[in-house]
């Protein structure tokens, strides 16, 4: 049996998180301005729902998160060579950086990004 795993964020704020992620990530969407939003990058996928509304959904009680989601984290891979000019790229568009771009004892290159409610990205190669 083969399966797909999609990814989803529960986010606060669809409009800026749908900007980051397509303006600065480079994302597609045909996203229509409601309370869900898919994503598509080459093969992967992603999609976003609002967190008050899935929370009410569900009957739980929402609580905004704040600061840094230290529960997950996505990571984008890139060739090698396309790790440093990634990092680069995200600097100049004051992308904030949770860990600089380094090269790990194991040999791998990567570095570490928040969006703008604080889901951690890894970009590595």
């Known amino acids: 049996m083969h399966s797909v795993i999609d990814v989803g964020l529960f986010v606060g704020n669809m409009e800026k998180m749908v900007a980051f992620y397509c303006d600065i990530l480079n994302f597609e969407t045909d996203w229509d301005g409601g309370l869900f939003a898919t994503f598509k990058k080459d ?36 060739a090698t060579t396309e790790v440093d000019q990634e990092y680069e790229r995200l600097k100049a568009l004051n992308v904030r950086i949770i860990e600089e771009l380094s090269t790990k004892p194991w040999g791998q290159r990567n570095f570490f990004i928040a969006d703008p409610e604080g889901n951690i990205i890894e970009i590595g190669d």
Request: proline share 6%; net charge negative.
């Open 43 to 78: 093969r992967d996928q992603l999609f976003m729902f609002d967190r008050k509304h899935f929370a009410e959904s569900i009957g739980e009680t929402y609580v905004p998160p704040s600061g840094i989601n230290l529960t997950m984290e996505m990571y984008m891979r890139f």
